[in-house]
């Protein structure tokens, strides 16, 4: 199990559609397919039911969405922190300031 997969199915269930969420991954249909049958294949059960009508998870499909979620959510989470920790990339300074002193002392203090 990858988290690319488990990135499709949380797409696919916030779009209802699997063209949509290929669309918002940028991959193409038969990719992100091929995503999902994996997933299915680790494990051991079918995820989604497709038809006319668009697609629906199983039972399965469903409790694994919801695990889906929060390792997704923990694996960001842990990312945005290690980067943090290294001064990479997301890091982020928030300074309040009045427009006086953006317009007067800000500029003289960012370039030191």
Same mark, same amino acid.
Do not use: C, W
């Given at each position: 199990?990858? #988290?690319?997969?488990?990135?499709? +199915?949380?797409? !696919?269930?916030? =779009?209802?559609?699997? @063209? ?16 999902? @049958?994996?997933?299915?294949? #680790? ?12 697609? &629906?998870?199983?039972?399965?499909? =469903? ?5 889906? @979620?929060?390792?997704?959510?923990? +694996? #960001?989470?842990?990312? &945005? ?11 982020? !300074? ?6 006086? !002193? ?6 003289? !203090?960012?370039?030191?």
């Amino acid at each position: 199990m990858k #988290d690319h997969q488990l990135r499709a +199915l949380v797409h !696919v269930a916030e =779009s209802s559609s699997i @063209r949509a969420a290929a669309r918002a991954m940028n991959l193409s249909q038969s990719a992100l397919t091929k995503a999902l @049958r994996e997933l299915e294949e #680790d494990v051991g059960a079918q995820l989604l039911t497709r038809s006319y009508k668009g697609i &629906e998870f199983t039972p399965a499909g =469903s409790l694994l969405l919801s695990h889906a @979620r929060l390792a997704l959510s923990i +694996l #960001d989470k842990a990312l &945005e922190e290690v980067r943090l920790l290294h001064g990479g990339p997301g890091a982020r !300074v928030v300074i309040a300031v009045t427009p006086m !002193v953006g317009a007067t002392v800000l500029p003289r !203090v960012l370039r030191e």
